[in-house]
């Protein structure tokens, strides 16, 4: 019988996920050290998505919903993607079975502001640029977490944003928009992340 052969981008996310269940906030730190040998000159967009979704993950057990977020105790973590969706499989392989407290995870993509409200975790697709001004103030003050990738995504009152420095993965997060939604993010998160505040002159009327 001829052996099957993992898919690279497979094999690195199971890796990664590993990494995490040995600790989750260890999980973390490894994720921002991933060596440079596990990147081509530049990064691949894949190999990227493949570390974004696992940091998605990692945001779900380091952030506190309002308990007005979820009909029931048993109701799922939705993690959303708004606009194109950059990960394929990747995102749904990283949450597939995973549960978080006694809350299962899914996926969904979305095109609607409508669809986002219903979101705990909103990932802002780059192709959302032009209505990302309608998007963050729409979820302003809910209970949504929303991440992107987009400069200034932070500054402009989103809470977790996504960059690529060294080589690696990156976020920063801005714990007061989080706030303004009832969300409270753990300082273990906040301790591997570059916080920044909503600036006056970025922020969305």
Known sequence: ???RTEHPLAALAGWLKSSRQV?????????LLLPAQLWSQPAPPDVQYAVKA?????FAQFVKWPAQS????TTPITIGILGTDPFGKILDDAVNGEVVGNRKLVVKRISSLAEAKACQILFVSRSESERLAAVLIGLRALPVLTVGEADHFCQRGGIINFFVADNKVKFEANPEAAELGGLVISSK??????????EKGKAIP
């Open 1 to 3: 019988m001829q052996r």
């Open 23 to 31: 600790a989750v906030g260890l999980g973390l730190t490894l994720l």
């Open 54 to 58: 696992v940091f998605l993950f990692n």
């Open 70 to 73: 979820f009909t029931t105790s």
């Open 189 to 198: 998160l906040l301790k591997v992340a570059k916080v920044v505040k909503t």
